[in-house]
């Protein structure tokens, strides 16, 4: 998997697992627009 430049050398740790599942995210609206799913860095 790539991750963003942005992350930290060794973020995350070669030794952790790919994550599965749902995951919820507060937005500030009544529908989700694109901005929402960017990371809190970009």
Same mark, same amino acid.
């Given at each position: 998997?790539?991750? +963003?430049?942005?992350?930290?050398?060794?973020? +995350?740790?070669?030794?952790? !697992?790919?994550?599965?599942? #749902?995951?919820?995210?507060?937005?500030?609206?009544?529908? +989700? #627009? +694109? !901005?929402?799913?960017?990371?809190?860095?970009?």
């Amino acid at each position: 998997m790539l991750w +963003p430049d942005y992350f930290p050398d060794d973020c +995350p740790p070669n030794y952790t !697992e790919l994550a599965s599942g #749902q995951v919820y995210r507060f937005i500030d609206g009544d529908s +989700p #627009q +694109p !901005e929402d799913f960017l990371s809190w860095c970009e």
